[in-house]
């Protein structure tokens, strides 16, 4: 038993395969046709941007987007919490698909939420003659290999014209207001094809060409083939519970509904944008992503900056970071502290590697604020951004689906930097003792003793098993 705990603790946190290679190396064909140039443009692009970085905000542009969808919806998402926001979207999704629209959901396999208390709306939607419902990689016991690989995407398309990507999961955490307990602060960004008529210039199709490459995957399988009649009767009675609530909000809270955005007057234009993901199939994956974003960071020549709820450099990462160009003190790391930390197993195995880049130089700033940061973002020569679900550890490099969009934007980056700002501001800074320096305006965030009790045992257990990787 205490063995099979050290085992479900190690690959929650780093992940480990027992078949095939441990940690593959990109091919001499991918390294080919992924040079950094590609990630540059010279010209304006068809693709403009808009940054979703307010929570309620972003939960009303998704609403929007389904709102006056057409023709086509595509969702894939990592985790679903239940809650207002889940109501909310599942029942704009079948109220889109009531007027014809073609939806395409795709969950992890594990965390996709639609179990228990969910279980009915899970049915509700199978039942729906517009919706389709796949999981990728569905749990299963015997097998442990499937508990590892997971999809780990944030994406909605609708209609081949707008695009939404980031680390956002579906639950009310994501999308509530900032002081309120168990709120998370993340991004995503709108993605706006201007000329849909040709669309293969646009990343909406590289977005597009990804989602139905990983649906289609001999992995990624449908739950329930055919509702029993008991089902059925769920399914029916869910819907209708979604349809009420749906016609009490448009009553009680309009302004969720009642907006018109001219998406392109705000949007900010790019000179190119590039979806970059990891490999789609199952055990250790080729680091794609990975990559894509060390060699943005072996290109910088001025600066980068690094965002990640959590940071964790194992050494079969490091090679692809050699021959940097930057020094360690323009290179600039936000990340959560053990105060706002909401991932005690994840940030275990994060204060060894956090203490190691301070003491080479590299400026590491940890936020203390009441909330935590779950945003995924690289930002180089202040040029280039990156945004998407990718986590700076080992998980995201070698293991899960992971999938981020390269912006070159200097109007979206100086947006973004704007924004970012406003984190550092509730942070403060590592020094190479480990402790804060002392900031008049901003006290160290609060750490409760069993939080602080749980990072040490857990620190011991992680340690145990740093040395395999």
Known sequence: MIILIFYLLYIAIFGIVIFKDKHPQVSSTFKEQHKVGRLYGNETSQDRVILLEEKKFSGYARVNLMQNAQESIDVAYYAIKKGYITDLLFGMILDAAEHGVKVRILLDGIFHGLRFSLKDVHYALINHPNIEIKF???????????WNNRLHDKLLIIDNKYAVIGGRNIGDRYFIEEGQKSATNDRD?????????????SVLNQMEG????????????????????????????????LKHKLENLRKTDEKIFNNYYDWVKMSLPTKKITFIHNPIQRFNKEPWAWYDLTNLMKNSKKSFVIQSPY???????????????????????????????????????????????????????????????????????????????????????????????????VEFTESLEKEMNQYFKKSLKVSKDKSYIEDPNLKPGKVSWVKSFSIKGLSYITGFFQHLL
């Open 136 to 146: 990728y990689e569905p749990l299963n016991p015997l097998l442990p290999w499937t």
């Open 189 to 201: 960004v709108l993605i706006i094809n201007t000329d849909p008529k040709t669309k293969e210039s």
């Open 210 to 241: 990804y989602f139905n490459q990983v649906w289609d995957h001999p992995i990624t399988k449908v739950s329930i083939n055919k509702l029993s009649s008991r089902q059925q009767k769920k399914a029916k009675e869910a819907n209708q519970q």
């Open 311 to 409: 940071v964790i450099p194992t050494k079969p990462m490091i090679p692809y970071m050699d021959t940097l160009q930057v020094p360690p003190e323009k290179i600039t790391i936000l990340t959560n502290s053990l105060a706002s930390s909401a991932n005690v197993v994840a940030y275990s195995g994060h204060i060894k590697y956090i203490n190691g880049l301070v003491k080479k130089g590299v400026n590491i700033w940890e936020y203390q604020g009441a909330d935590s940061i779950h945003a995924k973002t690289f930002i180089f020569d202040d040029r280039l951004s990156a945004i998407g679900a990718f986590n700076m550890d080992p998980r995201s490099t070698f293991l899960n689906t992971e999938s981020m969009v390269v912006i070159d934007s």
